[in-house]
């Protein structure tokens, strides 16, 4: 039986710190602790001696566990790095997928690369369902402008629902722009006019 | 934009100028590039993104290829520094008790006495000072070492030099986190805008001619794409001599600003490029001309020698031995390549690839292999003087 890695991962979103976790606790039995926040972030990542660390490429706290790398002390345990620099398709994946491990002390890759591949595909994962997400908003706000300006054309013009529609499809078409700036465009101006 | 696809990584910060400038006022289109500049968000992701291949050339503090070279921060490629992008261009700054504090004390915050404001640091903390820096490797942290070193032989007990990203300065100085930084613009300047604290001094007031940032590549890449990267330098060269002209500041300011790029004031970049300090909440000004240098006294030149004082800095803290550090470091430094992009530009080229370092007390012509050089003054606030030896 191989010993417990212990992992750190920093992450603000509890959300997103919530999947990572879950995703690692799939792999074994390994002791996690997730740090939230950034302040004296290497002191924090220090005590925990932990055998890996992950953390957001985004993320500019990253350059305060640089601080790692420089510890000499035998004490100081660490000597940190970002990923392992010999398996390039490995740091590629990870620097694609947003996520950067720093990797304490000499942790063989057999170990460390099951560990990163789950934050890999962990973090491709959440920013999908982010991305999803904000597509899903975004289009129902659309839906929503796009009601308010025919209401407005409705009203200003004395037509039905299917003429304003076609009355804004045209807009949009003859002026090379989506219908719904143009709804947006129609809800702005009759805002600042009434 | 059209040419060769050349992609560049940034942080946002004034002295990225040069880069962004090239980009966008044309110098790189010139040279047949089409700048692709790339925002990071911290500088280990500028530096792996250039070991890794992610970008072709970056934007980065000259100490970082210096510690590559070195072995210090983990195991990656060979990087090149190919000119001095920027010269000087960071400020210290104090939490707003110790401003208080320093101010009972009779410090008067002129903003240009080093000696006088680093006693006066030293005299007023309480236990170790507690010293935010962007980088573990970088000008900043170089600065700081050498300005209260010299002034307090047991400095390496009595503060500590800690990393703090540049957006997280001001919060780490309001929570008291830190007591003081050294930071480039704009991020001093950001935090007197928030209240979180005064400006003490340029880190020109330390070392009067202070390389700041690099061009760096990938040895590998450099040794690959010759004409692109000599293309670069130039545009680069070009940009800093369009920014150097103090009419373009304010152009330079607006573009700099851009969300794309600095995502902030154009008033605030403005101060960093003018000299033009507010140091306080209370809206105390101080002018310090020169305060950031793209171009004049031949900053953009890489001196060997320069690396050689990176070199030996970063050595006496790792524990590595100074001579060989030294070594590695001007090789890193490549006066050579610089030479061959800008042969036959007019641009000024000394004969010699490195220099004492503090020994220039005025203006001071030197030889030149082409155009006129004129080298400013490069002193050391303690006029300490930096002979690197025999080089060439």
């Given at each position: 039986m191989t010993k417990r890695l212990k992992i750190v991962v920093v992450e603000k979103d509890p959300e997103r710190a919530r999947m990572i976790v879950d995703g690692l606790l799939e792999l074994g039995d390994h002791s996690i602790h997730v740090i939230?926040?950034?302040?004296a972030l290497a002191r924090k990542v220090a005590e925990r001696s932990p055998d890996i660390v992950l953390i957001d490429l985004?993320?500019?706290?990253?350059?305060?566990?640089?601080e790692l790398a420089l510890a000499t002390s035998p004490l100081e345990r660490p000597v940190a790095?970002?990923?392992?620099?010999?398996d390039h398709q490995l740091t590629r994946a990870a620097i694609e997928a947003g996520v950067s491990a720093y990797v304490v002390g000499g942790l063989q890759r057999e170990r460390l690369r099951p560990v990163l591949d789950a934050a890999v595909a962990r973090f491709h994962m959440f920013r999908r369902m982010r991305a999803e997400l904000a597509a899903t908003k975004r289009a129902l706000e659309e839906r929503k402008t796009i009601d308010r300006a025919k209401g407005i054309l409705m009203k200003a013009r004395g037509i039905d629902e299917a003429a304003a529609y076609t009355l804004l499809r045209k807009a949009a078409m003859d002026q090379g722009r989506k219908l719904s700036e143009v709804a947006a465009a129609i809800v702005t101006a009759s805002e600042l006019l009434s | 934009m059209s040419g060769a696809r050349l992609r560049a990584g940034f942080l946002?910060?004034?002295?990225?100028a040069p880069l962004i400038v090239a980009a966008e006022l044309g110098y790189a289109t010139e040279e047949g590039i089409a700048l692709d500049l790339r925002k990071a968000p911290s500088w280990s992701m500028v530096r792996d993104w250039l070991t890794m291949g992610e970008v072709e050339a970056a934007h980065l503090l000259a100490p970082v290829p210096v510690a590559a070279a070195l072995g210090l921060g983990g195991r990656t490629a060979s990087l090149a520094a190919?000119?001095?992008?920027?010269v000087n261009g960071t400020v210290i700054g104090v939490s707003r008790p110790l401003a208080e504090k320093l101010r009972r004390t009779g410090?008067?915050?002129?903003?240009?006495?080093a000696a006088a404001a680093g006693r006066a640091l030293i005299g007023s903390a309480d236990g170790a000072l507690r010293i935010g820096v962007p980088?573990?490797?970088s000008m900043q942290a170089e600065l700081v070492g050498h300005w209260l070193g010299a002034l307090d032989p047991a400095t390496p007990g009595h503060a500590v030099i800690q990393t703090v990203p540049p957006p997280l300065m001001a919060e780490a100085l309001a929570a008291g986190e830190i007591d003081a930084f050294c930071v480039g613009e704009p991020w001093g300047s950001i935090a007197v805008e928030k209240g979180a604290g005064e400006l003490l001094l340029p880190g020109a007031a330390i070392w009067a001619f202070a390389p700041e940032k690099v061009l760096a590549v990938r040895e590998e890449w450099s040794a690959a794409a010759p004409q692109l990267q000599d293309g670069l330098i130039r545009a680069v060269w070009r940009a800093g001599r369009w920014l150097s002209d103090r009419k373009n500041h304010t152009a330079a300011s607006e573009i700099l600003a851009r969300e794309r790029y600095l995502d902030t004031a154009p008033e605030i970049i403005d101060r960093a490029l003018g000299g033009?300090?507010?140091?306080?909440a209370r809206g105390e000004a101080r002018h310090f001309p020169?305060?950031?240098?793209?171009?004049?006294?031949?900053?953009n030149f890489p001196w060997r020698s320069q690396a050689a004082w990176i070199g030996r800095g970063l050595a006496a803290r790792a524990g590595l031995p100074e001579r060989r550090a030294m070594a590695a470091a001007r090789g890193v430094f490549r006066s050579d390549l610089y030479r061959r992009a800008m042969a036959g530009t007019g641009a000024a080229l000394p004969t010699a690839s490195a220099k004492v370092e503090g020994a220039v007390t005025a203006d001071l012509a030197v030889a030149s292999e082409s155009g006129r050089l004129i080298l400013r003054p490069d002193r050391f606030f303690d006029g300490s003087i930096f002979d690197p030896g025999p080089l060439d």
């Amino acid at each position: 039986m191989t010993k417990r890695l212990k992992i750190v991962v920093v992450e603000k979103d509890p959300e997103r710190a919530r999947m990572i976790v879950d995703g690692l606790l799939e792999l074994g039995d390994h002791s996690i602790h997730v740090i939230a926040e950034e302040t004296a972030l290497a002191r924090k990542v220090a005590e925990r001696s932990p055998d890996i660390v992950l953390i957001d490429l985004a993320n500019p706290s990253r350059d305060m566990l640089e601080e790692l790398a420089l510890a000499t002390s035998p004490l100081e345990r660490p000597v940190a790095m970002f990923v392992d620099r010999s398996d390039h398709q490995l740091t590629r994946a990870a620097i694609e997928a947003g996520v950067s491990a720093y990797v304490v002390g000499g942790l063989q890759r057999e170990r460390l690369r099951p560990v990163l591949d789950a934050a890999v595909a962990r973090f491709h994962m959440f920013r999908r369902m982010r991305a999803e997400l904000a597509a899903t908003k975004r289009a129902l706000e659309e839906r929503k402008t796009i009601d308010r300006a025919k209401g407005i054309l409705m009203k200003a013009r004395g037509i039905d629902e299917a003429a304003a529609y076609t009355l804004l499809r045209k807009a949009a078409m003859d002026q090379g722009r989506k219908l719904s700036e143009v709804a947006a465009a129609i809800v702005t101006a009759s805002e600042l006019l009434s | 934009m059209s040419g060769a696809r050349l992609r560049a990584g940034f942080l946002p910060l004034v002295d990225a100028a040069p880069l962004i400038v090239a980009a966008e006022l044309g110098y790189a289109t010139e040279e047949g590039i089409a700048l692709d500049l790339r925002k990071a968000p911290s500088w280990s992701m500028v530096r792996d993104w250039l070991t890794m291949g992610e970008v072709e050339a970056a934007h980065l503090l000259a100490p970082v290829p210096v510690a590559a070279a070195l072995g210090l921060g983990g195991r990656t490629a060979s990087l090149a520094a190919v000119m001095v992008m920027s010269v000087n261009g960071t400020v210290i700054g104090v939490s707003r008790p110790l401003a208080e504090k320093l101010r009972r004390t009779g410090h008067e915050f002129d903003f240009s006495d080093a000696a006088a404001a680093g006693r006066a640091l030293i005299g007023s903390a309480d236990g170790a000072l507690r010293i935010g820096v962007p980088f573990p490797f970088s000008m900043q942290a170089e600065l700081v070492g050498h300005w209260l070193g010299a002034l307090d032989p047991a400095t390496p007990g009595h503060a500590v030099i800690q990393t703090v990203p540049p957006p997280l300065m001001a919060e780490a100085l309001a929570a008291g986190e830190i007591d003081a930084f050294c930071v480039g613009e704009p991020w001093g300047s950001i935090a007197v805008e928030k209240g979180a604290g005064e400006l003490l001094l340029p880190g020109a007031a330390i070392w009067a001619f202070a390389p700041e940032k690099v061009l760096a590549v990938r040895e590998e890449w450099s040794a690959a794409a010759p004409q692109l990267q000599d293309g670069l330098i130039r545009a680069v060269w070009r940009a800093g001599r369009w920014l150097s002209d103090r009419k373009n500041h304010t152009a330079a300011s607006e573009i700099l600003a851009r969300e794309r790029y600095l995502d902030t004031a154009p008033e605030i970049i403005d101060r960093a490029l003018g000299g033009r300090f507010v140091i306080s909440a209370r809206g105390e000004a101080r002018h310090f001309p020169g305060f950031v240098e793209f171009h004049e006294g031949g900053a953009n030149f890489p001196w060997r020698s320069q690396a050689a004082w990176i070199g030996r800095g970063l050595a006496a803290r790792a524990g590595l031995p100074e001579r060989r550090a030294m070594a590695a470091a001007r090789g890193v430094f490549r006066s050579d390549l610089y030479r061959r992009a800008m042969a036959g530009t007019g641009a000024a080229l000394p004969t010699a690839s490195a220099k004492v370092e503090g020994a220039v007390t005025a203006d001071l012509a030197v030889a030149s292999e082409s155009g006129r050089l004129i080298l400013r003054p490069d002193r050391f606030f303690d006029g300490s003087i930096f002979d690197p030896g025999p080089l060439d």
